[in-house]
């Protein structure tokens, strides 16, 4: 029996996620089958997602092109749902552009975004006619050699950087500052003495965090180099305005509201920890004081991925709003989206292997998975798992617990979530937990293999024949 105020924080839970935890066979014999823990995905939300950003584009009459931003996600089945929705797959690494093309991905459907590009990869993307994104003079160097040796043509997009805010300028570690564009593309690319097997065809950049006003101030000042050039007869074909839109992971504002002022309550001692350690997630107490913020993702977001796209191309600029002023350059409207188009399209599914309590007395159920197969670049992953019993028992005010659930890595800090969690009945030995929505960097980004734990398997769950599969293999 529990007194103390809990803090939950609900997800929002799609279909296939909830068929799949009621269809608890389906799941247990894939733990059987591949042990825990396994990521399944599936095709479903993604698809959605993909048609909602491009109804937004079309709202405006403007030509556009998603571009899904694989590094999000492994798997070869989002870079081929892409696709097979007439849109294109960001790539950023040798890898992640051969799987695609020998899924029979065409290479003009795919860019190469990646942050250093050797010659192997230059000399791939230039063989196969992939449009390569630029970034700095010694790739332009490296390209414009492996062009002259192997006689052919580059298709060329400018990483832009630099953009003006206020007084200042948006750092970045990636492309060339305006005024370097354009005497890029004005005077070098295509020049006889340059840069002569270069093919400019547009301009790019993904800016850090999830600022409307700072993609738009971007998408403004990248189009008036549009017009600059265009004043030059030089022509732009696409403008890419990377990716970065926000998503919504919680079913309810007021939960997210609660748990951040209990979490402050919770480090100066008012309330008991809601985290273990009463770890800050990235708040430090400071004389008594909690400063600073949460180092973690906005779970909770009212504006989200097509009503942010919307409030972008809205935003008026001398009293013109932006997709007037982009439809008149008559140039596609790219975007690179990972996150968000992976909204409600993964979960990851671990196996309990043990209940014991540490030394202060909390409760610790041991998952058989470690740390990294949920970890983002936020301090944690702010959303309540599903529970699944292996044999039901009643729901009872008496068995609820609280406790934290704890992983294979050996060091005392290997949480699986920070947060204290309520479960509603005690979790037994064999029971699952479902980490929902994972698909996007949760899963894949920082997994490890330390201690030769082998990486999780990949599945795809295809909700209308019911049936769980190894993700397409190549
Ligand atoms: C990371 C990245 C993206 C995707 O960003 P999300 O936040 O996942 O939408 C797109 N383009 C580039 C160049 C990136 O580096």
């Keep these: 029996m529990v007194n103390e105020k809990h803090y939950s924080l609900t997800p929002i839970v799609s279909r296939w996620m ?145 953009f003006r805010k206020d007084n200042g300028i948006l750092p970045s570690r990636f492309g060339f500052f305006m005024e370097d564009a354009f005497d890029l593309i004005s005077s070098r690319i295509g020049n006889p003495n340059e840069l002569p097997h270069f093919e400019y065809k547009g301009l790019h950049f993904h800016l850090n965090g999830y600022s409307v006003e700072e993609r738009a101030l971007a998408l403004h000042q990248s189009s008036r180099l549009i017009k600059r050039l265009a004043e030059l007869e030089i022509r732009s074909e696409s403008l890419d305005m990377g990716g970065g839109i926000l998503m919504n992971y919680l079913s309810d504002e007021r939960e997210w509201k609660d748990f951040r002022q209990a979490l402050r309550c919770a480090l100066i001692g008012e309330i008991s920890p809601i985290t273990y350690n009463n770890d ?82 909390n409760f610790l159920v041991g998952l058989e998975m470690n740390r990294t197969q949920l970890r983002s670049s936020s301090a944690d992953f702010l959303l309540d798992p599903i529970h699944i019993q292996q044999s039901e028992s009643e729901e009872s005010a008496d068995e609820q617990i609280d406790g934290y659930l704890v992983g294979a890595y050996c060091l005392e800090q290997e949480l699986i979530l920070k947060r204290k969690l309520r479960f509603k009945t005690t979790p037994k030995i064999g029971d699952l937990f479902v980490f929902v929505n994972t698909a996007g960097y949760m899963m894949h980004f920082y997994e490890s293999e330390a201690h030769l734990f082998p990486l999780a398997e990949n599945l795809v769950y295809d909700s209308e024949k019911e049936q769980i599969r190894e993700d397409i293999c190549v």
């Design 18 to 162: 909830n068929d799949l935890c009621e269809k608890k066979d389906l799941v247990y014999q894939a733990i059987a089958r591949y042990d825990s823990p396994i990521n399944i995905h599936c095709k479903d939300n993604f698809t959605e997602n993909i048609d909602a950003y491009s109804a937004v584009f079309q709202s405006y009459g403007l030509r556009s092109k998603i571009y899904f931003a694989r590094k999000a996600n492994k798997s070869l089945l989002f870079p081929l749902s892409s696709w097979k929705a007439n849109q294109g797959v960001d790539t950023a690494s040798y890898r992640e552009i051969t799987q695609c093309l020998d899924a029979n991905i065409p290479p003009q459907a795919l860019v190469c975004t990646a942050a250093v590009k050797n010659r192997q990869l230059l000399e791939m993307l230039v063989n196969n006619g992939i449009e390569i994104v630029l970034d700095n003079e010694d790739e332009i160097a490296l390209l414009h050699q492996i062009c002259e040796e192997i006689g052919r043509k580059a298709s060329v997009i400018v990483r832009l950087c630099g």
């Design 280 to 361: 800050g997630l990235g708040i430090i107490l400071h004389e008594g004081e909690p400063i600073g913020e949460m180092n973690v993702y906005p779970y909770f977001n009212k504006i989200n991925k097509g009503t942010l796209l919307h409030k972008i191309l809205e935003t008026e600029f001398d009293g013109q709003p932006l997709h007037q002023l982009l439809a008149s350059l008559d140039v596609e409207i790219r975007m690179e989206p990972g996150r968000s188009l992976l909204d409600q399209c993964g979960i990851t599914v671990a196996k309990v292997a043990f209940r014991k309590r540490d030394t202060s007395g």
